[in-house]
Nanobody, 114 residues
Framework: VQLVESGGGLVQPGGSLRLSCVASGFSFSSYNMRWYRQVPGKERELVAVISVGGSSTNYADSVKGRFTISRDNAKNTVYLQMDSLQPDDTGVYYC????????WGQGTQVTVSS
């Protein structure tokens, strides 16, 4: 079982990034998928959740209206479109799936700074 995130980087405030997470080793289309983020010294924060078919999504209050989670089950990939980025969005972003055990990717760094 593996989750591999990509798409992070340095962006100016107000900019956009699109994160991707490619999954392998399990039946991707059968599981809800999540994006978390972590800032040094703070607990990992749930950012967004998407249901197995993609019809249901939920977001942290801090990102509602700015971030969009989506998935492509044919490509075993979950995405996080991040718009209107702010410095407080800086952190390492992880995708996550809850199988018998919880699986995490290695994370991708997002830095929002001018």
């Amino acid at each position: 079982v593996q989750l591999v995130e990509s798409g992070g980087g340095l962006v100016q405030p107000g900019g956009s990034l699109r994160l991707s997470c490619v999954a392998s080793g399990f039946s991707f289309s059968s599981y809800n998928m999540r994006w978390y983020r972590q800032v040094p010294g703070k607990e990992r924060e749930l950012v967004a959740v998407i249901s197995v078919g993609g019809s249901s999504t939920n977001y942290a209050d801090s990102v509602k209206g700015r971030f969009t989670i989506s998935r492509d089950n044919a490509k075993n990939t979950v995405y996080l479109q991040m718009d209107s980025l702010q410095p407080d969005d800086t952190g390492v972003y992880y995708c996550n799936v809850r199988l018998i055990a919880t699986v995490w990717g290695q994370g991708t760094q997002v830095t929002v700074s001018s």
